[in-house]
């Protein structure tokens, strides 16, 4: 076995060579956390430690993956470790081999969220329909159930605190949330969430098991615990109650996963709960220029809650000062994108060096428009392709019909997402719209709706109704496509949106984005051919083209981890980044902050603040303001730039 500290800085071998004891290894961005943890397991091993008394859990399985990986570099023999994994990996073990204790003997069947949603709607049928029609969909009320269990807080204080829509529905909340958990117990299944519950069950009501488990994993490592929930929290101090030797990497300021249940507070007072802890500091970053870290450095120290720590960099080149791009529009702000990429994949850049985060998924749009017509190849880390979504193929759908009523893709698409009808049903209905004089009239007629299954006859009714009012609007000439995408929702796809599909705020959010981008354009034909020529350029840009030849679109929350030469950060605005909902609550406001602190340290050399003056919002243009995070920053730390339309 190499020495376990070998390669490692002044910081890191601190770090790794820490005595027994409770330990906070705060971990900047860029400074080798996964490095530190690995070589943790491997100065244990390397101590004579066994394998079989060392947890690591971390929070995805590709985490775990990498340090297996970096171990077997650094420890020879069959050192693999027995329990490493995610929490929700060891607690299924562990349910597994003690769930008789609490009458759950055997494997328990571990369903996943479409099975939850599945669950619950089943559940949602006993209600009145017109009770139905009110309540929010399936998919809302199980966020709101999961967040109030990973947070240890009733589903009545969490909808107050976090889903203040669902306030009118609080009774049925608590009675739904009751029953899902009675059904899945006497069906015998947990959902991920129940490995978490049931893994602290097990801690909390047999001491015997419990002394167990804390003579087993004598020695307790857990990666990024700033993301940890207060649910995984309790589990980690109940298992190192007795020899208090735990081992956290985290960084407080790379915290951004509330809305999962992540409490920082975990982190923050990591000292409090454990008095004796030693905590270290990696502050040495490996990936960025100095101008950048200067700039992240910045950031953060306007955050009130927060543990004291500097990121100094390992590179002495100083590189380009990170620059504010000042634009005129939001559509300006796509059109520099794509000048900008396009020029410099020519001077040879490769294109998976390159990175557009974003606060929120529909940004992207005008950016996936731009990229697709320059022919440059991208991928959507954040989800599918703008045109790939169900909610976005729906409209389109819609809007399809409007040219032709017997759309044979469009109608069957509409039909099948009217409850109760199925594939046969659809064909009979085709069938009989095609002796039809009028296509959208016929289906909201009675002696027409004979030929739909009775249960179905009110549904097809209704989106015959909702084609007939886009039709009407569509002919009086020169309509807004983006006028008719509003309604479309407007005149009931909003009720399918909600009923159908998951996220629908989300997804709704992204339709009135969708409109906005279209703004006065009115040739509906040429749209939908446009449509379509977007789609093929986007499938010829990237045939052949493999992820490192992809500029890389993303969420900020799902680029952390990850780094770029280059980074594009759009729509630094009020409103948008900070979102228009975390300005009111201090601790929201921390966390975006700390969204804006991630973001920022993805970049190696060349980081890019866009900010546009005006957007398309609610169907004319509007005036933007300035992120306030530029302001706390001050104009030292970044280069302003200012491009006019004609620059592109």
Known sequence: MASPIEGLNAEQQEAVTAPDGPSLVLAGAGSGKTRVLTHRVAYLLHNAVPSHRILVLTFTKKSSRVMQSRLSELVSGPQALLWSGTFHHVGYRLIR???????L???????DREDQVDLLKSILEKYPEKTRKELPPASTLLNAISLSRNSGVSPEDLVFDRFPSLIPFLEEVSVVAREYDERKRAARLVDFDDLLLLWLKILESDAQTLTLLQNRFRFILVDEYQDTNPLQAKILDLLAEKHRSLFVVGDDSQSIYSFRGAHVENILTFSE???EARTFRLETNYRSTPSILDLANRIILSNERRIEKTLRPFRTEEGNLPQCINLYSDSDQSHFIGSTVEQMIDRGIPPGEIAVLYRSHFLSLS????????????SVTSGLRFYEQAHIKDVLAHLRLLENPLDPLALPRLLKMVPRIGARSTEKILGALTKTEDVFQSMTEDAFLKVAPPLSREGVRRLGSRLVLLRDLYRKGDVPIGLLVMEILESGYRKDLYDLREDPED?????????EQLGEQSDLPGFLGEITLLENLEEMALAGASEPD???????????GLEWDTVFLLSLNEGVFPSEKSTGRPSDLEEERRLFYVAVTRARRDLCLCVPESAVLRGRSEFLY??????????????????ESWNF
Request: proline fraction near 6%.
């Open 105 to 111: 003997a055997g494997s328990p069947v571990v369903i």
């Open 273 to 275: 709960r454990y008095p």
């Open 507 to 515: 997804r709704e959010a992204d339709l009135v984005a969708f409109a």
């Open 626 to 643: 300035p992120s306030r995070f530029l302001s706390e920053i001050g104009s030292d730390y970044f280069r302003e730039v200012r491009y």
């Open 97 to 103: 081999e003690f769930g008789g204790r609490l009458s």
């Open 550 to 560: 992809r500029v890389v679109l993303s969420t900020i929350h799902q680029a952390k």
């Open 367 to 378: 950016v996936q428009f731009e990229l697709a017509r320059r022919k440059i190849p991208f």
